[in-house]
């Protein structure tokens, strides 16, 4: 007589999927999702007038403040979901993940700025310096402070080091100063023969420069053993083949369904960033033409709410002595930041006829090259101390004051 099945049971499958989410909804992640998803909610259903049209300055100011608290505690739950997943996939797989999460983040906000009332044409430029100062100057400046005080001289792999500089050098000075000698434009801004150009000359290098990082090259973006550190001997013999299988991947923890969860939840946790970037934009806009504060700083905002997590995620990889990683963190994130941002917001420019001003300043300029030539002293260095990191963060400093007191 043949058994029959309740409706509730499940397969040995579904059984397995089932534990998994169990396992993958914390009591923090799930509280990291309420609040993110209760504020964007009540944002799409009441909140577009209050911050469109708030009734008071007060009013204003709390909208604010709940759009952001929201945003930070969804930012800090991607960043812990990316980090989870870095660990388990490994260098430099594992950071690229965390990088290009956070700096998708960085792009959706910056856009919806310059979609805003406002449409800033100076947004894009004005992040991105400031992602400069903040992450190469700011973070890495600390992060070598706090892990040389703590280790000593600590090790990195040259090699991907000043691969990272090249990049650096090349997208910064392209996008950021080249604008300002630019004949055809008097105000830092490109035609838009030049922004095509610009576009697709920084999206392939970019795209080169992945394909290589999880390739060929992987090995340049690991950590050296202590012989490799001295005498540069990393090679892609060093290390696996880059690729994914699920046989290996279950044996440090990570099989194919949790890659799916994890990626799941990764995106489930972005998306509300997504949603309230727009009217945190417009809230910042009008609090910094409220205030008389710099228009530079609206930059500066964006550049912290993204990075703050990825910050402290690298100070913490600099005080375990992850020297290779703190770098894949710091400066594989401008890298990002300037080969996805400067090509987003170029051609949001060209389809809506805005107008993108990516010229620095002068004295912006100044403290461009000193950051790179510190930059090449620095990770051209056998090994990096505490005194590099504290050159770095007077860098930092300068940066500012001159944000306040051009």
């Known amino acids: 007589m043949p058994i029959k099945r309740h409706a509730d049971s499940h397969t040995p499958t579904e059984a397995r999927s089932n534990d998994g989410w169990r396992a993958l909804l914390s009591r923090s992640t799930t509280m990291t999702l309420a609040i993110a998803w209760l504020v964007s909610i009540g944002v799409l259903t009441v909140g577009h007038d209050l911050v469109a049209h708030p009734p008071s300055v007060a009013v204003a100011v709390g909208v604010f403040l709940i759009i952001l608290a929201a945003i930070m505690v969804a930012a800090f739950g991607v960043v812990h979901q990316a980090e989870v997943l870095a660990r388990k996939l490994g260098e ?8 290009l999460t956070v700096v998708i983040i960085e792009v959706v906000l910056i856009s919806s700025i310059m979609l805003g009332p406002s449409g800033s044409s100076t947004i894009a430029r004005d992040s991105v310096f400031a992602v400069m100062m903040i992450i190469i100057n700011g973070v890495m400046g600390l992060s ?3 892990g040389g005080m703590k280790h000593g001289p600590q090790r990195y792999n040259m090699e991907g080091a000043s691969v990272y ?18 004949v055809s434009t008097s105000n830092g801004s490109l035609v838009p023969a030049q922004a095509i150009a610009v576009s697709v000359l920084a999206a392939a290098l970019y795209g080169f420069f992945i394909y290589l990082q999880t390739g060929k090259n992987r090995a340049l973006f690991t950590q050296p053993s202590h012989a490799q550190a001295i005498f540069g001997s990393v090679t892609t013999a060093d290390i696996p083949k880059p690729r994914f299988d699920s046989r290996a991947a279950a044996v440090v923890g990570l099989g194919r369904g949790e890659l799916v969860r994890r990626v799941l939840l990764l995106v ?4 509300p ?11 910042v806009e009008a609090g910094i033409a409220a205030t008389g504060a710099p228009v530079a700083l609206g930059g500066v905002i964006i550049a912290i709410i993204v990075f703050t997590p990825e910050a402290m995620t690298a100070v ?11 770098l894949n963190l710091g400066l594989g994130a401008f890298v990002s930041t300037v080969g996805l941002t400067i090509p987003t917001v170029l051609i949001i420019g060209l389809a809506t006829g805005q107008e993108v001003i990516l010229g620095e300043s002068s004295a912006n300029m100044v403290l461009i090259a000193v950051t790179l030539a510190a930059s090449i002293i620095t990770y051209f260095s056998p090994r990096t101390t505490a005194l590099h990191g504290a050159v770095h963060l007077v860098l930092f400093g300068m940066f500012a004051v001159l944000l306040f007191a051009p």
């Open 144 to 146: 070598l402070l706090l």
């Open 273 to 283: 960033i997504v949603l309230l970037s727009h009217d945190l934009g417009i809230l």
């Open 92 to 99: 430099p797989f594992g950071t690229l993940v965390l990088t």
């Open 316 to 326: 913490r990889a600099a005080l375990a002595d992850e020297g290779q990683r703190t």
């Open 165 to 182: 500089v090249a990049m650096i050098a090349v997208l910064s000075l392209c996008t950021l100063v080249l604008p300002n000698f630019i």
């Open 268 to 271: 489930g946790t972005v998306l």
